[in-house]
């Protein structure tokens, strides 16, 4: 829970620092196999509502609970070993506004930490977007989407528990069904990666545990001017 808790602090840093920003989104923290949460949303200036699933159902089927109820045209999903960048909040508003933003997209993932061989294997291997013939393969741990997107493609793959295979399941089925998928060339949040075989496992084993998603509500809703 204690990244959770230091996702949100990010995030309400740069709404603080922004001048107001606080309308733009809520915050859906979906906490997995969890009795409690240890998260108090009246500490943060957006709304957060927070959802236990006492018994484990993994990230795609915690993602797919976070969304539920929500009305808002974009939705972003954050793991919770994401790290923002100090500019986060205003790029992501930017990318959602543009005429031209795709239905579904991400961007280059940095790295907390490149403590040894292994730290960096993770950040070269695991947490990266990729592209192939029919496009581009996105890392879910940090995801934005279109609301009418997310709906065509029926969410995650709830059935999908090995960490990753969610992900390019969606991405499989975005480029089916001819939904537009980029990536964003440039770094906007950072991920803490997994500095040994152990701790590689212990994430692995307990995939989707302490999962989060921000809903955005529309660019045009979103607009202050």
């Known amino acids: 829970m204690g990244r959770v808790l230091s996702l949100l602090a990010d995030l309400a840093s740069q709404v603080r620092g922004d001048g107001g920003g606080s309308a733009l989104f809520t915050v859906t923290v979906v906490n997995d196999g969890a009795s409690q949460s240890g998260v108090t949303p009246s500490k943060y200036p957006f709304p957060v509502s927070v959802m236990l699933n006492d018994n484990r159902i993994g990230a795609a089927g915690s993602r797919n609970a976070g969304t539920r109820g929500s009305q808002s045209p974009w939705i972003a999903f954050l793991d919770d ?40 294997a993770s950040e070269d291997f695991i947490i990266r977007n990729r592209r192939y013939s029919e496009g581009w393969y996105l890392v879910s741990a940090q995801l934005f989407i279109r609301r009418s997107a997310f709906d065509v493609l029926g969410g995650f793959d709830a059935e999908r528990f090995a960490a990753g295979s969610e992900d390019w399941d969606l991405c499989r089925r975005a480029h089916a069904c001819h939904l537009r998928v980029d990536s964003l060339p440039r770094v906007l949040c950072l991920h803490e990666n997994p500095t040994s075989w152990g701790d590689f496992m212990r994430r692995a084993s307990a995939y989707g545990h302490t999962s989060g998603s921000l809903k955005i509500p529309a660019a045009s809703r979103a607009h202050s001017d």
């Open 81 to 120: 070993d994401i790290r923002l960048t100090r500019s986060w909040l205003k790029d992501i508003t930017r990318e959602i506004r543009s005429p031209h933003a795709p239905d579904m997209f991400g961007s280059e993932i940095g790295s907390t930490r490149r403590a040894n061989w292994f730290a960096q």
